[in-house]
């Protein structure tokens, strides 16, 4: 049994008391915003949606779910469009974008579907109206959710061509004003240089935006940093693929790479 203690600080210290059968765990934050790249859900596959990669995701949210954590996510749309690499073979970029923002909702939706299938409640919000595909976003449906014990899964990005989903990430975890942006990735953090390239980078532990921007480190658009140093939300890179990495980082090992 699990008694959360709710949140605490962003530097709190990890701390699991055992009273006989009675475990307290301390939770680091109350509400998070999850993003969740389209790319990490194609798993193995060069395109689309990797039901098994699905399922793990939704397994370890629920995981978190079930401590009391309220949870909103923004998923992109990689694994299925992007409007960048559409203009380069000719779209209309604001239509590629809106192509791109279409495939963040078929995301959203398998997303959802595959939490409320292993029992876990989640509503859909859309950037833009196109109910009765999903709800039309605004700040105070994605907090109700979130306080009806329901996974807030936010689609359509911003709604705004121009913008990334990382984007849409710091502008949502301000508004629903959580308490941190975790940024899953396949990476276990940031690096001094890309891991997958440079055997010689090294890892953050904790960086501050203002070195994202002086080292030119690649860890998201330059929007979303700027939005979340402007509004103080911290950010978690960690690496989600592996299982049981997100309930780690929300009740304080140390993974990934804090930005602050
Ligand atoms: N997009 C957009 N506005 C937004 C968010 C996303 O136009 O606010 C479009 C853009 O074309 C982007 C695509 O949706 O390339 C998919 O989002 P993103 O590339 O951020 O997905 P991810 O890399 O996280 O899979």
Redesign the pocket.
Known sequence: MHLTSGYVSIFSVRNVINLGNIVIMEIRYKRILLKL???SLMGDKQYGIDENRLAEYAKQIKEIAELGIQIGIVI????I????SGASKGFDRVK??QM??L??VINGLALGSALTSIGQPAKVLTAVNMFPIGEYYSKWKAIEAMENGEIAVLTG????????????SALRGIEIEADVMLKGTRVDGIYTADPEKDPNAVKYDKITYDEIYIKGLKVMDLTATTLCKENGLPIIVFDMDTPGNLKKVLTGENIGTLVY
């Not at 992109?76 to 694994?79: A, C, K, L, R």
């Not at 469009?81 to 960048?84: D, I, K, N, Q, V």
């Open positions: 790249s389209g790319e992109g749309g990689g694994n469009f992007r409007g960048l590629g974008d791109g923002m495939a963040t990005g911003t709604g705004c061509p121009y913008f990334t989903t990382d984007t849409g």
